[in-house]
């Protein structure tokens, strides 16, 4: 009865998204993160000048639309090289290819460099919503989303491997054309890592970076459960 439940009120569909995304490939690609950024800076010394941003930028949009290209989002990110690449046998495929792309984003007269991917997930949950067969509306996906990125948090914070390796980046986008709006969300959270870094150099105190989740200030509630339950949308 309670999977009936579950089933019917498609809790289930994003919590397995996570665990999946997580298990089957953040815990295999995080843990190498900063050492392929290490390699990267040694190589480049003008490049990557924050090891606070030596992390995986992960875009979590809250509509689950996904621009597989970038620079076609936003002309303020450009693509600028392949971090060096991890190759394992997984799942019967010999030399399987895991890489991230290293992106320049630009702040007026500044460059800043970053490593940074959508969480892939989301394509699956934007294409529910656009089969009829999924029965998935609109407020279904947005809810999944909110739940996908509320699971997903939760598990990291939980992985002794991937501490310190990944930024979550979840928003929600106004309704209005914004040519630069992904930019800035990745701006905003580039600079609050910086930030971060130097008031930890100078001993004050710091907020958990987490509650503090992009410009679009989301409030997006953390459950004590283990089990998934529903989200508050009337915070948005």
Known sequence: EMSEMSESSKQNVAHG???SYYVGYLKIVLPRVKKSMEEFSRANPNKMASKETWKLHILIPLSCEICDDLEKADSNIQYLTDLTETTLTRAGIKKRVYKHSLYT???EDKLWHCAVEYAAPLHSLYAMSQDD????SREDRLEQAKLFYRTLEEILKGSK??????RLIAYEESGEAETHFLSREILWHL????HEEYAVCEGNQLHNPSTTLSSTELNLQISESDLPQPLRSDCF
């Open 161 to 166: 491997e991937c501490a310190g390796t990944y």
């Open 17 to 19: 998204l996570a665990w």
């Open 133 to 136: 067969c999924a029965a998935f």
């Open 105 to 107: 984003i630009r702040d």
């Open 191 to 194: 600079r609050q890592q910086r």
